[in-house]
């Protein structure tokens, strides 16, 4: 019943009933102000109560009041069948096998009449039909482990993963791409990067910006370019993969413990932070930035340790910060806090009463910057020097949320503090390191003279 | 099929139009003066070939909200295109670029539209849908672009009858192309998301005369609001053509309503001739069933050849492919429009769905032409089994393009024998039209799912409806009833000063022939002197038709004072000169007579006139000519 009315309600569900009209319907709808043919489509959740939408022969769609309403003619029924064409993925067995594990995310997407936005659909051969490109890299299977949008991601979905890449890489799989809704990602790739060790092949995440209903999404290339990584690269490490200029160009690979999405809608969101991505991936080659990475392997040896503590907050300092912020965490039994403090790493003294009684019932408390770039440097002032007195550790240059990923990770292994403190400042994947190249800070100001002339050169 | 063949322009009469079954209907885009762009906060209306950076995009087909590929979306994705836009980033953000998602409507874009709406008689969505309308050729960087049908259902009166209004929709307007050459497009952002309105008339008119008529009162009936915006490229015109059992063929973009009548005649003539070719093809026995067309690769057969284009394609290592069309002898060079023959139709498909850009992009053993040699197009002919019946048609590229070519070719061939394939052309500057893209269907609507839909209040029409300039048909009417000056009626109609004047008469009783030629000759002759006469505001007329209601102007005076309101930027009643008193005329009248005495007159006869016009250029604003006349002509 609710799918024959699908989304409407108040008025406009009585009207319809009242005529009898279901969604898909084919009608000639009579209003005191004028007569529309159409097809009466599902309404979004989120409309209001007052309006039938229907789809004009044209293909547009406009909203008649309910209200208005004299008489609904049925003329027939429409019914969309919104299907990517399926065609069986090709197989060559002189092609590296990929398997691409799905979570959610835009890189294949439908309409969904509930909310008005898109959700997720893929398989083989859906990707085959809509980017048929992919099999000139690699023999193709896909498996739906989620369908949530990034944002819902949690402990559940990152552990289901981790094990997931396990299994496969067990099983013998060349390469594995993994399909990601792009607000989180990096927060997947750390914890990945962590309860992944030592794999053997690529893992590569992907998404999209612009969902792959659209004629210019960065969808099929995003995927040619993780599926072509997977398949070929000898970068055996946790990676995303997205666009590096917003122009359909290149992608780039960027390590999963140093990355990071910058623009809340740009296609070149992500970006290496404090040091450069790992390679360039085109549809033609992977041109590797740099040589310390891990190499591929023939052997099967992974070591999976899905190990996660959920009691762990991130604090986002801001100055007026009050201790009782602190304090609720205390009292919810949190068992760490990663601070991101400012400039060097810093927060207000009326905090250091909170603090100290944190660190004396055992909490961890690990500082990061959120400045983003640069290093935690606690020496510097009387205030880290007073933090670190009360327990705070310093936690290099790990970004935030990697910091938040691993002391989630750290802490589900152990609760002794040193051993936490041993896990957290031992560089696993390039989540710190030793030092920050002088390119690894390049945030170029526009207007000057000279980065004008470097944007007019370069397709950006 | 009706005996009918085509003659010139010149003498083709309404009964021909009528024995052809001549139909056309307009689909007009108007830009609408708004400071900002649809979508996004930009300026609208800058235009600049400047730019500052690229961005490089590539198009693929999506699914439509009923699950099917558009035609045209699949044929843009055959041609497989770079394309480039260039970005000026004082005119274009990174919505445009399609990195930002959309900002809410702009809603004095919204309410200028819906005011035309009102215009056309149409009755209004109580919501409204924005869709993506696909277009993969590139002209927008999402692929798509943002519409929305906002009035449906209008009509305006012509001739003795009506032309219907069957919908508009408000659009973000598209990119402007800089060059399309091989696999590259280059475009130029300035006028994207510009806010335009389409409407969209019935196919109501019978010749091309009737089009272009119809095409000039939608034209000024949205004028009429004066918030449209004027000038080159801000109206332009996709004129739909019919003729019986043809096909609606739509030509795209004409840029001037003069252009419409040689553009649908054309259009029509080609149409018919295409029909006609169908049932020369049906009389050879071939139809789409019995159709046969095969290829062969001959770069090895023509590898001696010294025809240029074959020679330098041999050179470069290209393809060299021929088609061979069985039956089809003697028909690329059948006519469709004047001067253009059939082999231009296919040589079109080539060219946008080949990217075989550079012309000539085929040759056929139909042309008599100088290309092969005819013991060369023999031993051709031989190699791939032709007969003397066949055409054989050359094509040459790369191998991926000359393979997408041989398809094209055997495709439009085919499409002969059943009839005029849906397309969209593009006006040529002779009049005939060329080959743009396949005509798109609702399989290329989407909606959109950034945007929430928009309800449209009946509070908000009332208030559109308030502020609505008279329908200018019936303003038109009472124009022609008051007299006034006929030269003036139209562009009264659509001046921004029609309200004012209705005002001037209503309310300051003030003559209606010298409203019309105040407000609309004055600012002719003020620019013809190079005054900025987009300085006169209604206001401004307003407190000038006061004064001279007080008796503080002459009629001449008028015009004085429109002159230097538009230098003072205001009009000021300091600005007037003293009210000249009988006496103190009188005294003008003996200075000037001192200073005439002083002057060799060539016509002492015309003394008095002299002395009339010497005293008229010091008191025009304050006196009327016909008192002082009186003073000069009755004193002795």
């Not at chain 2, 029509?268 to 050879?284: F, G, P, V």
């Not at chain 2, 080539?350 to 992009?361: E, F, S």
């Not at chain 2, 015009?559 to 309101?565: L, T």
Request: glycine share 6%; net charge neutral; with cysteine.
């Amino acid at each position: 019943m609710a799918e024959d009315y699908k989304g409407y309600r108040g008025k406009a569900l009585s009207t319809l009933k009242n005529f009898g009209a279901q969604v898909w319907s084919d009608v000639e709808i009579e209003t005191t102000k004028g007569n529309y043919k159409g097809i009466i489509l599902p309404r979004s959740e989120t409309a209001d109560q007052f309006h039938i939408v229907i789809k004009m022969p044209i293909g547009y769609n406009i909203g008649v009041a309910a209200e208005n309403v004299t008489d609904i003619k049925i003329r027939g029924r429409k019914e969309a069948h919104y299907k990517i064409p399926e065609k069986d993925f090709p197989r060559d067995p002189s092609k590296p096998n990929v398997k691409l594990l799905g979570t959610g995310g835009t890189i294949a997407s439908r309409l969904d009449y509930r909310t008005g936005a898109v959700i997720p659909a893929f398989s083989p051969g859906e990707l085959y039909g809509s980017v048929p490109e992919l099999a000139t890299f690699c023999n193709l299977d896909t498996e739906k482990l989620y369908g949530v949008f990034s944002e819902n991601m949690g402990p559940e979905q990152w552990v289901g993963t981790a094990e997931a890449i396990g299994r496969e890489i067990e099983k013998g799989i060349d390469g594995i791409v993994i399909g990601h809704g792009t607000d989180t990602m990096h927060h997947t790739a750390a914890i990945l990067s962590f309860m992944v060790q030592d794999s053997p092949i690529p893992i590569v995440m992907v998404g999209s910006q612009r969902s792959s209903d659209r004629p210019s999404s960065d969808a099929a290339l995003n995927l040619m370019h993780s599926v072509k990584t997977a398949a070929d690269s000898d970068i055996a490490e946790v990676m995303v993969c997205m666009f590096g200029p917003t122009s359909d160009y290149y992608g780039l690979l960027h390590r999963g413990t140093r990355v990071r999405k910058m623009h809340s809608s740009y296609r070149s969101t992500f970006r290496t932070i404090g040091d450069i991505p790992i390679a360039k991936v085109s549809r033609e080659e992977i041109t590797p930035l740099r040589q310390d990475y891990k190499r591929r392997r023939k052997d099967r040896n992974v070591t999976i340790n899905t190990a996660f503590e959920e009691k762990v907050s991130i604090v986002y300092y801001y100055p007026n910060m009050m201790p009782d912020i602190i304090d609720s965490l205390i009292d919810n039994d949190y068992k760490g806090i990663v601070i991101a403090g400012t400039g060097l790493g810093h927060v207000n003294k009326p905090l250091y009463p909170s603090l100290k009684r944190a660190h004396e019932k055992g909490i961890a408390i690990y500082m990061t910057v959120q400045t983003l770039w640069g290093f935690v440097q606690m020496y510097v002032y009387d205030t880290g020097r007073d933090m670190m007195e009360l327990g705070v550790i310093p936690a290099a240059n790990m970004l935030p949320e990697v910091a938040y990923m691993k002391l989630c990770w750290a802490l589900g292994q152990s609760n002794d503090p040193q051993k936490v403190k041993e896990i957290m400042l031992t560089p696993i994947a390039g989540e710190i390191t030793e030092r920050e190249p002088s390119n690894g800070y390049l945030i170029y100001q526009g207007g000057l003279p000279e980065v004008e002339e470097f944007i007019a050169k370069y397709v950006k | 099929m009706k005996d009918f063949l085509f003659k010139p322009f010149e003498e083709m009469t309404e009964k021909d139009y009528e024995t052809i079954g001549f139909k056309s209907g307009l689909e007009i885009h108007q830009q609408l003066l708004t400071d900002k762009k649809l979508f996004c906060r930009c300026p609208a209306g800058r235009y600049s070939t400047k730019y500052h950076a690229e961005i490089l995009r590539h198009m693929r087909p999506t699914l439509s909200e009923l699950g099917e590929y558009d035609g045209t979306a699949l044929m843009e994705f055959k041609t497989k295109k770079d394309i480039i836009y260039r970005i000026n980033r004082d005119t274009v953000c990174t919505y445009e670029m399609d990195d930002t998602p959309p900002f809410l409507i702009n809603d004095d874009a919204l309410d200028i539209a819906l005011q035309c709406g009102l215009l056309f008689d149409c009755s209004i969505v109580d919501e409204l849908h924005i869709a993506r309308k696909q277009y993969l050729d590139g002209s927008i960087p999402t692929g798509f672009q943002r519409t929305a049908i906002f009035a449906l259902d209008g009509k305006i009166p012509y001739k003795n009858r009506t032309i219907d209004i069957v919908q508009m929709s408000i659009e973000e307007d598209s990119c402007r192309e800089v060059s399309d050459q091989g696999h590259t497009r280059v475009y130029v952002t300035d006028r994207l998301g510009m806010p335009l309105i389409e409407t969209v008339t019935g196919p109501n008119m019978r010749t091309p005369f009737e089009v272009a008529e119809v095409a000039e009162i939608c034209a000024n009936i949205v004028r009429s609001t004066n918030k449209v915006r004027r000038g080159t490229g801000s109206a332009r015109e996709d004129v739909n053509v019919s003729v019986e059992g043809g096909t609606r063929i739509e030509i795209k973009g004409v840029p001037k309503i003069n252009r419409i009548p040689l553009l649908t005649y054309y259009e029509a003539m080609r149409q018919w001739n295409l029909l006609r070719l169908r049932e020369e093809l049906h009389k050879r026995g071939i139809t789409k069933d019995t159709f046969q067309a095969s290829s062969e690769d001959i770069t090895k057969i023509v590898k001696k050849a010294h025809y240029l284009p074959v020679r330098n394609a041999i050179e470069q290592g290209l393809k060299i492919k021929c088609v061979v069309l069985k039956g089809f002898a003697g028909l690329l060079n059948w006519q469709t429009q004047t001067d253009t023959y059939f082999s231009k139709e296919i040589s079109d498909r080539v060219r946008v769905i080949a990217c075989l850009t550079t012309i000539p992009n085929i040759i056929h053993s139909d042309s008599r032409g100088d290309n092969l040699l005819s013991a060369e197009w023999q031993n051709i002919k031989r190699s791939v089994n032709g007969t003397d019946s066949d055409t054989l048609v050359i094509v040459w590229g790369n191998e991926q393009d000359t393979d997408m070519a041989v398809k094209e070719i055997i495709i439009r061939a085919k499409e002969a024998t059943i009839g005029v394939p849906s397309e969209t052309r593009q006006a040529l500057r002779d009049g005939t039209n060329g080959f743009e893209r396949i005509l798109p269907g609702a399989d290329r609507m989407y909606p959109d799912t950034d945007l929430p839909p928009t309800r449209i209040t009946d509070e908000r029409i009332n208030k559109l409806k308030e502020d609505l300039p008279e329908k200018i048909w019936i303003s038109n009417e009472w124009y022609i009833k008051l007299g006034i000056p006929e030269d003036t009626i139209n562009d009264l109609a659509i001046s921004k000063f029609n309200k004012l004047f209705k005002f001037l008469l209503s309310e300051l009783k003030i003559d209606p022939t010298l409203a019309a030629v105040v407000l609309i000759q004055f600012p002719k002759r003020l620019e013809k002197m190079k005054f900025d006469t987009s300085l006169i505001t209604v206001e401004m007329m307003k407190e000038i038709f006061r004064a001279y209601k007080d008796g503080l102007l002459t009629r001449d005076g008028i015009f004085i004072a429109m002159q230097k309101s538009i230098t003072k930027g205001k009009f000021y009643s300091e600005l007037l000169p003293k009210p000249v008193t009988s006496k103190e005329l009188e005294v003008i009248i003996s200075k000037s007579e001192e200073e005439i005495s002083a002057m060799r007159l060539f016509d002492p006869d015309k003394r008095k006139e002299i002395l009339l016009g010497h005293t008229m250029n010091k008191v025009r604003m304050t006196v009327e000519g016909q008192i002082v006349k009186e003073k000069i002509f009755n004193k002795s």
